[in-house]
Nanobody, 125 residues
């Protein structure tokens, strides 16, 4: 079993920055991809960013491209999401997820095998 724990959420003004972290523990094998998703009230969970094991292959949602950066430290089993130029529409609960399969950086939530409990990000205008 794998456990994922997110941290770093909070309240920030529009234009500000936050860095989310997600630490993985348990039976983590090598080669897994990691992703970030978010869910706003009344909306479906949506893809934000993903990266493969090395971090060399990344995917971003169009809405965050150029503002958010996903990275990882495999020695620490941790993935990060640096969020800059935050907008009120970025307000949501952010979840990290682990994918243990052949795709490099999948964008579909149902493909992921493990999920964290989520961390709230609120951007005020």
């Amino acid at each position: 079993q794998v456990q994922l724990v997110e941290s770093g959420g909070g309240l920030v003004q529009a234009g500000g920055s936050l860095r989310l972290s997600c630490a993985a523990s348990g039976r983590t094998s090598r080669g897994y991809a990691m992703g970030w998703f978010r869910q706003a009230p009344g909306k479906e969970r949506e893809f934000v960013a993903a990266c493969n094991w090395s971090g060399g292959s990344t995917n971003y949602a169009d809405s965050v491209q150029g503002r958010f950066t996903i990275s990882r430290d495999n020695t620490a089993h941790t993935v990060y999401l640096q969020m800059n130029s935050l907008k009120p529409e970025d307000t949501a609960v952010y979840y990290c997820a682990l994918y243990d399969g052949p795709s490099s950086s999948p964008t579909t939530p149902s493909l992921y095998h493990y999920w964290g409990q989520g961390t709230q990000v609120t951007v005020s205008s």
